[in-house]
């Protein structure tokens, strides 16, 4: 039997619990399906300053380097907001290290969590969206000067690192409804017009079957929130898609229902939930743990290469959903680990498996 290794880095906050309830998801997988996962658990982010001075390590670097595939909880937190060393410095050493230039956030609006939504029934139903966010460049990797009045950060984009991520969001849209949505600001900066020019060029190359359309991002903030079903998979620069897809991921009613997946180019992926590490409620059994169960789902469809598995995940969480299982952030009152144990259940049920819809992007 093939085993698959998989590093677990829990992380900080509610990380911990919500990667708790991903590895049960896992072993529900592995009993139903006959598979083998092998678990590695490190830390990362302000775990691993606690425990050894660095947001990471050698040592789990190279564990993330040896696995299939990589699951975060989260990281960061107010007890290292004045700390010479940031948890969030981990991950984004992690995610270059391990070349992971895309990262994707699909969001889909669930009929049952309909009127969850902070937007009416009849803007958000149906909604089937997936950002395409480059990882790499931009301002959150350039060249950072700080003195007692005056800093910056410094944004550059190299055609290569744009055309990279425009391809793999053509590829998506050929395998969805054909429609990409390229967002920048390119009436004003300079990387943006590079950004604009590059996918433009690229589509009339290659990928004309596919329909595109430019977006400005203060206009695509307003255009998510007034008509999100208009977007089919949206690409965009690092910062402007960190702050859309947090934007987004609130259409289906929380963030805490949010997955993502980071991937590159034959590194092992990196699947999280977008909700970030919830100090609030950390501890305190409070938090949503589907976006992680999804981000499961993710690992096993595009890390492993798992379909029927990552179905199998998918429609498990429809189905406690449908049963009427309510998270504090979905106005129920069931906690992070009972929700954990009914999707486990629905998962192991496989009499009651159905196809369900997800998100595509080749």
């Avoid at 992690?94 to 937007?119: H, M, Q, T, W």
Wanted: proline share 4%; aromatic share 6%.
């Amino acid at each position: 039997m093939k085993s698959y290794a998989i590093t677990l880095l829990p992380g900080d906050g509610v990380g911990p619990e919500v990667t708790y309830v991903a590895k049960e998801v896992l072993h529900a997988v592995a009993e139903r399906f006959n598979r083998r996962f092998v678990f590695d658990t490190q830390a990362i982010g302000g775990a691993a300053i606690e425990a050894s001075g660095a947001p990471l390590t050698q040592e789990t670097l190279v564990s993330c380097r040896q696995a299939d595939a990589v699951f975060l909880g989260a990281v960061g937190g107010p007890k290292w907001e004045r700390s010479a060393q940031r948890p969030e410095a981990g991950l984004l050493e992690l995610r270059k290290a391990l070349g992971l230039f895309a990262n994707i956030r699909p969001v889909r609006v669930y009929d049952e969590l309909i009127d969850c939504s902070p937007l009416r029934r009849t803007i958000v139903a149906e909604t089937d969206l997936v950002i395409f966010r480059e990882l790499t460049g931009g301002s959150y990797f350039g060249e950072k000067r700080r003195t007692a009045d005056r800093a910056s950060d410094e944004c550059v984009y190299t055609v290569g690192e744009i055309e990279r991520i425009a391809h793999a969001a053509f590829t998506a849209a050929r395998a969805r409804r054909g429609k990409v949505t390229s967002v920048d600001k390119a009436n004003v900066l300079e990387t943006s017009r590079l950004w604009r020019e590059t996918v433009t060029r690229l589509h009339a190359e290659s990928y004309a079957d596919v329909k595109l359309e430019h977006a400005l991002v203060d206009s695509m903030a307003m255009q998510l929130i007034r008509q999100p079903r208009a977007f089919d998979v949206i690409v965009t620069e690092n910062m402007f898609g960190d702050i859309l897809s947090d934007e987004a991921s609130v259409l289906g009613g929380s963030i805490g229902l949010a997955p993502s997946a980071s991937l590159g180019a034959g590194q092992p992926g990196l699947f999280e939930p977008v909700h970030g590490s919830a100090p609030d409620i950390a501890g305190r059994d409070l938090c949503n743990p589907i976006g992680a169960v999804l981000s499961v789902a993710l690992l096993l469809r595009y890390g492993l290469k798992l379909r029927e598995e990552a179905d199998a995940v998918d429609s498990a969480v429809e189905r406690a959903l449908r049963a009427g299982a309510r998270t504090a952030d979905l106005g129920g009152d069931i906690g992070c680990r009972a929700m954990g144990d009914l999707i486990v259940d629905q998962v192991l049920r496989s009499d009651a498996f159905t196809h369900c819809a997800h998100a595509h992007w080749g």
